[in-house]
């Protein structure tokens, strides 16, 4: 560290070199200054604390006389790091320490217990286990890193200037152009201004949200759905509404019984690369939901994962391609296709709706960074992700049909799965009487490891579904895996009803 604040009291009977010894000491011992870090040069802390610098070298020697730092000529004075003692309540504070538990926001109090109940899910380490369908995320082996890393430090060193500065929330334009023209494959035609580039969809989903949910309102969503999203309705105070899938889509029936009873404000959907389940929308439920939607003037929010990444004959249209009457807001993501990590996406509506988009987003981060809109730009006009996004297509393509297949020789009587034919997951659900989060434990004994399906059913069901990803298991480790779940399965259905005491965790992405 080139130097640290240590408050001195003058006016006390200790010395100074004892004060700051006592203050390092402290540091050190709470695991604030771990091992082998530097010590300010004892010059730079004696200027910055305004006292001699014999004063500050006694300090230092002290310390290494209790073996607390190391000093080597030349170099300087290292610490000699404890395990970070947390404070014990042998240690009290002065006063009580404040219960934050109490102060915590409603909003604060309903992602807490929603985080609560996934983790209680499980606890234990899915990690390691041999063959992990946890966690719905691309494989980080194919992302395209050196192709990236040359197109961002060209675009630093030609327009770093600007795009470290702040910049206009709307995003970069040339992106925003490149996006209009993407679009057009899918058939969703915008113009640059009805384009909002934000961080990630999930910013999509909480702009979408400040912007149309008060507290009470009610949120119709497709059930299964995608956990983080519903989380955000939640999060907002909305009450939701569960709009079963069938194999052609969320029912929409359903969704126009519920828009005639409860108003909702939105409905919310993924037609495309469906998560959990991999299904896409039959063409002629979707050209229901649209109408009902328009007819209610219930906005639709849709979650256009690219279709790209799409395995089947044909992915289906998006909503937003058939949206004559300006309904849906359609949310995109780079996530999926490029890299999640640079919380990349972008959001489609009519030009109005985007104002109070961007008037949200102004609130929340005030931009997404220009530096790394700019990177992908330049990344996607010289065909690097057209190239990149047929490249895993095709490798997610063949780890799907490894897993159907495969799920299709090892699964006993009574396990059905969807056939996914887009995204990276599709969903098994287990004979009656059996619960996926209570086989978990099992599995991870074995090797393998799911998320149990439970979070991404709004009305508390689920229970005997589990999602299996596919997208980041190399193709010839797949088979091992659902032999190793099938066995699972296979003992726990020779028992009346599967153990719920251990748990273990996974991911919900
Ligand atoms: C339906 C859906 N939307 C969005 C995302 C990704 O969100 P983001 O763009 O915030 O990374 C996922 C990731 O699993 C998803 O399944």
Redesign the pocket.
Same mark, same amino acid.
């Given at each position: 560290v080139a130097t640290l604040h240590v408050p001195l009291d003058r006016g006390k009977p200790v010395a100074l070199a004892k004060q700051i010894q006592g203050h390092l000491e402290r540091l050190i011992r709470e695991g604030h200054l771990g091992d082998g870090v530097k010590l300010p040069a004892t010059r730079e802390l004696a200027k910055s604390l305004g006292v001699n610098r014999a004063t500050v070298a006694l300090a230092y020697e002290e310390m290494v006389a209790a073996g607390h730092a190391r000093a080597h000529v030349g170099q300087g004075t290292f610490v000699i790091g404890t395990a970070a003692a947390p404070r014990t309540a042998a240690e009290p504070r002065a006063r009580a320490p404040i219960n934050w538990t109490g102060l915590l926001s409603r909003t604060a109090r309903v992602v807490a217990a929603e985080e609560d109940r996934w983790r209680r899910l499980g606890s234990g380490d899915a990690d390691r286990v041999a063959v992990s369908f946890a966690g &719905?995320m691309p494989d980080s082996d194919l992302f395209p890193t050196e192709a990236f890393r040359q197109v961002l430090n060209r675009v630093l060193r030609e327009e770093g200037d600007v795009l470290l500065q702040y910049y206009p929330a709307r995003g970069y334009p040339p992106l925003r152009q490149y996006l209009a023209r993407y679009l057009l494959r899918f058939g969703v035609e915008a113009s640059p201004d009805e384009i909002l580039i934000v961080n &990630?969809?999930?910013q999509g989903f909480d702009l979408v949200a400040r912007t149309f949910l008060d507290p009470g309102d009610f949120v119709a969503v497709e059930q299964p759905t995608?956990p983080?999203?519903v989380q955000v309705f939640r999060a907002a105070g909305a009450q939701l509404l569960a709009v079963p899938w069938t194999r052609e889509g969320p029912r929409p029936d359903v969704l126009e019984r519920l828009l005639e009873r409860h108003r909702p404000k939105l409905f919310y959907c993924?037609p495309n690369c469906h998560?959990p389940t991999g299904l896409s929308l039959a063409p002629e439920t979707g050209r229901r939901l649209l109408a009902l939607g328009a007819r209610a003037e219930v906005p639709i929010v849709e !979650?256009g !994962?690219d279709p790209s990444l799409y395995y089947g004959r044909r992915p289906a249209t998006p909503l937003k391609a058939l949206d004559g009457d300006g309904v849906v807001i359609y949310i995109g993501?780079f996530?999926?296709i490029l890299f999640?990590g640079l919380?990349l &996406?972008w959001v489609v509506a009519s030009a109005p709706v985007i104002e109070r988009l961007l008037g949200a987003k102004q609130l929340v981060d005030l931009h997404t960074s220009a530096l790394l809109q700019a990177a992908v730009q330049r990344f996607c006009e010289r065909r690097l992700l057209d190239r990149h996004a047929s490249r895993v297509a095709a490798e997610y393509g063949q780890r799907r049909t490894a897993l159907v297949e495969s799920l299709r020789r090892r699964m006993p009587e009574g396990v059905t799965w969807t056939e996914a034919e887009g995204g990276f997951s599709l969903l098994v659900t287990l004979p009656a009487g059996l619960d996926a989060a209570a086989l978990l434990p099992a599995a991870i004994a074995r090797g393998v490891a799911f998320t149990p399906g439970r979070p991404f059913f709004v009305d508390g069901g689920g229970e005997r579904t589990l999602r299996l990803s596919f997208s980041a298991v190399p193709a010839r480790r797949i088979d091992d895996g659902v032999r190793r779940l099938a066995e699972t399965i296979k003992t726990a259905m020779k028992r009346p009803r599967a153990s719920s005491g251990d748990r273990a965790a996974v991911p919900v992405?």
């Open positions: &719905g &990630g969809s999930q995608y983080r999203a993924q998560n !979650v !994962v993501t996530s999926k999640p919380r &996406g992405v």
